[in-house]
Structures are given as C-alpha cells and as structure tokens.
C-alpha cells in the first residue's frame, strides 16, 4: 500500500498482513472455504460450468429447430430441454455468476477484509452443487427432467412423476442459497465498510448488489412458499391451486410472477453496477449523474414489485388491472432512460477505448436498449394479446438476459481479471470472444422477432415450413454462438497460466475504486487494515 | 480456518460491530421468513374465506 493508514484505526496495523498470504492449502481450502475471494472464485468456476451445462442443452434446442419435423429428440425432451435449459441459466449460471463477482469485489470495494458472515458464505456456496446434482439427476428418473417449463405452472407441473419432488426440493435449496447470499451481502454493506466509506460513496457495483439483495429477500421466500404449497397439493392432499379442490392455479401465476419479475432485475441490476464501473473506467471520465444512477436503480427495484402481471395479460384480468400493470410496467422506461442517458453522457468527450470490458459493456448498452425497447411493445396489452406465447417474447427475455446479464458479467470478469490473478489477459483473443458473441447473439435472437410476429408459438419442436428459412438462421447463429463461449474459459486459463504479469495497482489507466489501490493480484487477505481517507475519496471522485 | 486466523478488522468497534451484525442477520432473516409463511398464511386465509 502506498499509504500510512489513517491514524484513527492505527491501533491494529500491527497486524496489518496484507503482503501475507496465510492460507489453507489442498482441497481443505476450497471444501472449508471462508475466505471471499475462494468462495467467490468457487461460484464463477460453478457458474461456468452451468453456463456450458445450459447451453448444451440449447444447442440441442437449436439442433431441433434447424429445421420443421421431428430430428433429434422427441417432444417430451424437447419440453424437458426448454424447462432445464431456463432453470439452469436462471439459478446456476447467471445468479451464481453474480454472487461469485458479490464475493469477490464487495469487501474490497468496501474495504471490508472479508464478508460478514464468512462460514455462512461457504454453506451458500456449497448448497448450490448439491441442488443441481439433484435437478440434473432428474433426467435419470422415470418420466424425465421436469418439462412444464421454468416457470412451474400447475395443474402441468403436478402431474409429473419422480421428477417434480427433485425439482421442488432443488428449487428450495437454490432459494436457500440466494437468500444467504443476499443476507451475507446487506450485512457486510450496512455493517463492513471502512471508515469514511459513506453510502453515497460506495461504488454503482456494491449500490446495485446492495439493491438486488433486498430484492432477492423479499422475493425468493416468495418461490419458496410457492413451491412448498405446490409439495403439499401433491402430496398432502391440500388444493392451493388445484381447480378440483377449489384452489386457484391462476393465484401460482400471480405469486410465481411477484418472484419472477423482480427475478429479472435480481440478474439485471448488478450488471447496471458492472456497466457503470465498466463505461467511465474506460472513458478516462468521473460517471455522470452518480446519484441519479442510484435513485435509477432504486426506483426500478421499487417498479418490479409492482408489474408482475404484465407476464400474465391474457389469463383474464380486470380491465383496471390491464391498465394499471401496463403503466406501471412502461414507466419502468423512466429510470431506466436515465441510466441509459448517463452511461452515454459518461462517454460523451471522453477519451475512449475500446478493451474487451468496455466493448462487452458496450454491446450491454445497445442490445439491452433493444430488449428493453420490445418489451415496452409487450406491456401495451393489446399487443400482448398477439404477441404471448410467441418467438418475439423468447427473442425479447434474450436481448434482456444475455446481454444484459451474460455481456455485463463478462465484461466484469475482463474487467477485473487481471485484478484477480495479477496477470493480463489476452486482448486480442478477448475482442475475438466479443466480435464473434456479439454478431452471432443477434444472428441467434433477432430473427426470433420475425418468426414470433409471424406466429409462432414458443416451446414447440416442430413447426410450420413457413418458419423454416429463419429458424436455421437463427439455428446457425446459435451453434456459432455457443462455440465463440469456448474461447472465454481459454482465454481465462492461458491468461493463469502465461498472462503477463501486470505492472503496479492499476491494470486500465481510467480504473478507479479501492480494489485498485490494492497490489495485483489483490493479497489473499485484504484491508486488514483499512484504506485510509485518501484512497477512498480517490476511488470516489464521482 | 480457525477464527484465529481470521483477519482482523479493527478492535476498537469490534464489540459493538459485531453486535450490529447480529442485529442486521437477525432483522433480515425475520424479513425472510415472514415474506414466507405470509404468503403462505395468505393463500390458507384465502382458502378458508
């Protein structure tokens, strides 16, 4: 550290052991892991092979749709692959992609020496591979994986066999896992930060993690008890939402979406944090508007609670509650124009460059905009009428999800890689992975908005020859798309094994923050000591 | 990892960081758990009226 800490935490830096890496070695260190920078590289590894788990199983998806009829799989594994493919993406690959990037940069944001609750951190983690062994392990059981689609509808979904108590219970323990994550994220914010490490000083990063907990507290019970009710009219008799024993299965869709809308921002909201890191880093500029960005994200998280129906327009609501979810739902275009308006403003006059993370950050910039833009067309209620349940709402939750969450999370991890292992990585092979993601990420989803305006259905194997032409496009894209993923896990090994060495606290010359005052790779345990006024009001020059 | 080997933060709050941890995990995990059976007790009340 280049500076003497501040004199009114002086009183410890007798043990100040930043420059000592004690640390536990062999598989010891990772199974009794309570060190946030293991725990958080134990995620994103987790996080990565879910990631090809998911995607494999699209890739078969998109080999059955290469053409109308019946090739590969039958319609039965085709519905399992759609309903694995969403809860794999959904729960393995990009909320644990997140926590792994929570673990790994809050504390040293903050600077914090390590999570709040550290032993709690490490049962988070490692409930996670027990519940996707269990979910995964459903393709052995008679019946199959489940197949009602991720969103869990009954009466379909309980009419599955040996399948539907794994995923119940599988659902449980992710749910479990998030909410002692989140739990684990609001203690060490609220309670962790440094001296002098004001609320409004905190970077967009830790402000966005700070939001998404609180939403993943109130919604994950939520799915919880949603699930639990679903256990019990299986198998306790009850009829929560078993039309033949007066239950309501529309009442599942109302709870499910009051979880599954602020969902969408719980893997949203982070890369926000990412992108506002990400865009003045590499724009040699201080962010524009840093308070209207927080209040942005706030009120955001605040609209999420209050659009859920909009996922259900044509079950039969009032008339009043078709409007009322249709505005509530467009004016979620406010906030987020602004945040929009100032990652452009960031930029404007900045002295630009183009590395892998701001070109990921960018690439979140323009598609995500395009995702948000069709679902502005989805919330207006006529439009949804024709539109539900087609490859337009498919091609829109994917312009959102992967690059909003996947680019964003990349565009992180070559942000801070280097950061991470002290070693930088190939920029060229990195703007390789993004030109071939971001050319085929939209030869894969955009024809989705034609064939979805078009007519057809979402969730189908087969289909009229009139979709032929574009779902090989789309198809194609998507093969090439998979197989450019290939070169982020080599580029991250060869960066490990052979990157060059980085020079100093700062890999980008724009980087700002706490973690860059820390030495590279950032020590095993850090801010021991904490960072003195200096360096936070460096790191904070908004 | 044994807590002695724990880093350190600083000592003088430590006592009284240490309880506003508690205090946090405990004010959320009572947001949590009410967001649970709430919603469960919602739909029995529901069920029942």
Redesign the interface.
Known sequence: MAETPHTE?H??AD?D?DDHD?K?HGWRRWV?A??HKDIGTMYLVFSCLMFFTGGAFAMLIRAELFKPGLQIVDAGVFNSLTTMHGLVMIFGAIMPAWVGLANWMIPIQIG???M???RLNNLSFWILPFAFLLLLSSWLVPGSAPAGGWTMYPPLTLQFGASFPMLIFAIHMMGISS?LG??NV??TI???RA?GMTLLRMPLFVWTWLITSFLL??????L???V??MLTDHFFGT??FNAAG??DPV?FQH?FWFFGHPEVYIMILPGFGVVSEVIPAFSRKPLFGYEAMVYATASIAFLSFIVWAHHMFTVGLPTSALLFFMFATMLIAVPTGVKVFNWTATMWRGSLSFEPPMLFALAFLFLFTIGGFSGLMLAIVPADFQYQDTYFVVAHFHYVLVSGSAFAIMSGVYYWLPKWVGRMYDIRLGTWHFWLSAIFFNVLFFPQHFLGLAGMPRRIPDYAVQFADWNMVSSIGGFAFGLSQLLFPYLIWKCVRSGKPVEGTRAWEGARGLEWELPSPAPY?SW?T?PTEAMIARGAAH | MTSSEQPLVTRQDDARRRKRVRLTTLVVTIVVLAFYFGFIAMMLYRATR
């Open positions: 935490v009183a410890h043990h052991h004690h536990p009794f309570t060190n914090a020496p390590d709040a609750l550290p909410i989140a739990l609001i203690v609220m309670n962790l001296p507290v109130a919604v994950m019970p939520v919880a008890g949603a639990t009710m009829s929560f007066g239950g009442m709870i345990h021991t904490p």
